[in-house]
C-alpha cells in the first residue's frame, strides 16, 4: 500500500520530512484498521503508522477529543492517523531539536521514549537504505 496523498499536506503544514514518515510507514507496516497489542501497559498501536493509544490516555496534557479526534479515527482512517503522527512528530522534534528523539517519543510515549530508541534506530537504519550518499 502506498501512502495516500494526504501525507504531503500533514507533511508540509508541519513541516515533517515526508521521507520520515515514510520511514516510519515502511517499519510500522501498519494498515487502516490495525490494532496491535496491548503492550505491558495495556495501550495498542493503531493504524497506518502504529500511533499508541497512550495519547488518548487522560493523564496526558493532549486534549484530542476538543478536536474531535477519537482512538477509532487513528485506527481506521490513513489520513487520520498520518496527521496525528506527523503533529506529534512536529511536537517532540520542537521540544527536542531531535528528529530520532521524536520518532522514539511517537513510538513509546514522553516519558517512557527511551524505551523507543531502537525503533527509531530501526526508523534510521531504513531512511540509511533509502537515502543515497554522495
Not at 32 to 44: I, M, S, Y
Not at 47 to 58: A, E, I, P, R, T
Not at 69 to 74: G, N
Request: net charge negative; hydrophobic share 35%; proline share 5%.
Amino acid at each position: 500500500m502506498d501512502l495516500p496523498a494526504c501525507v504531503d499536506d500533514f507533511t508540509t503544514y508541519y513541516g515533517v520530512p515526508r521521507i520520515l514518515v515514510e520511514a516510519i510507514y515502511e517499519v510500522e507496516k501498519g494498515w487502516p484498521g490495525a490494532r496491535v497489542g496491548p503492550d505491558v501497559q495495556g495501550h495498542f498501536t493503531l493504524g497506518l503508522l502504529q500511533v499508541n493509544s497512550l495519547w488518548f490516555d487522560q493523564k496526558l496534557s493532549v486534549d484530542l477529543q476538543r478536536y474531535g479526534i477519537t482512538a477509532e479515527h487513528v485506527q481506521n482512517d490513513a489520513c487520520t492517523n498520518i496527521g496525528m503522527a506527523t503533529w506529534l512528530l512536529k511536537e517532540h522534534y520542537q521540544r527536542s531539536g531531535d528528529w530520532a528523539k521524536a520518532v522514539a517519543q511517537l513510538h513509546a510515549g514522553p516519558k517512557e521514549w527511551k524505551k523507543g530508541i531502537p525503533h527509531a534506530h530501526d526508523v534510521f537504519r531504513r531512511l540509511e537504505r533509502r537515502t543515497p550518499t554522495e
